[in-house]
């Protein structure tokens, strides 16, 4: 792929080869984030250029800060793999991947530094200005491929980034000891948590039954609305927060 101009005036360009056009003319309503889950940045930053990986994001923002884009903003990166929200099945076409280099779970899963976290404050701030994306349009990889994606893991600090004005967020109450709804249970009190996350936009039956499906996006939601305690039960701390995300989207329509 030939050189281009960076979108984001703080980017470095390093072009990556995998990407396509945005299918049935999609438009950028979506920020995607994710960890790296590799050794270094620099590894990183060579796999998602090289052409055998078949992969790739907009943007990879280094833990020194810096940000590089490899692909356009206009064409579709590679970044979200099999996802779903809010009704939409095809996330790249719709979205902006953003890759934060972290070690991830399987490596030893690191702090996020300042500077990196300032970095894509900066960068999200930049991208939400310039396509109108909304608060709550501004997700996890896990929260649109629960169960198969796990990043950016509960480390990130999304509170911090809402308080900088990007993403959608509420103060969590604390994880209590109650003993909640948990994979086995069943029941109009499940059928109701179920409605509240695909309300949200997540991808779950509300058929009242509380299965391993259920229990993964619950795990998925905890990882990043409250992720003191991700263990998959929808204790009165989740059903708390999910329903004060909801009523908060209620108060802005």
């Known amino acids: 792929m030939k050189a281009f101009g960076p979108d984001f005036a703080g980017a470095k360009v390093c072009a990556s080869p995998n990407f396509g056009s945005r299918r049935e003319n999609a438009r950028a309503d979506t920020i995607i984030l994710h960890y790296t889950g590799m050794a270094s940045g620099a590894a990183a930053q060579a796999w998602l250029c090289n052409a055998e990986s078949q992969v790739s994001s907009h943007y990879l923002v280094h833990e020194d800060g ?21 009704g939409v099945t095809d996330i790249n076409s719709c979205s902006v991947g953003i890759e934060i280099v ?119 939601f905890q990882r990043h609305f409250r992720p003191e305690r991700v263990d998959g039960v929808a204790d009165r701390s989740t059903i708390d927060t999910l329903s004060r995300l909801l009523a908060a989207l209620t108060d802005v329509a």
């Open 66 to 86: 810096r940000v590089v884009q490899m692909v356009r903003e206009a064409d579709r990166a590679w970044h979200a793999g099999k996802s779903f929200w809010a």
């Open 102 to 220: 972290n070690r991830g779970h399987d490596l030893g899963y690191d702090d996020f530094a300042d500077l990196q976290v300032e970095a894509v404050i900066s960068l999200c701030r930049d991208i939400v200005t310039r396509h109108n994306i909304s608060p709550q349009r501004v997700l996890a990889h896990s929260d649109v491929a629960p169960g198969r994606k796990i990043d950016p893991g509960e480390k990130f600090p999304w509170g911090r980034l809402a308080d900088a004005g990007v993403g959608h967020w509420v103060r969590a109450e604390p994880a209590g000891d109650d003993l909640g709804l948990c994979e086995g249970a069943s029941g109009e009190e499940v059928k109701s948590l179920q409605s509240l996350l695909f309300r949200y936009g997540y991808g779950v039956d509300t058929d009242g039954t509380f299965g391993e499906r259920t229990r993964i996006v619950v795990e998925a």
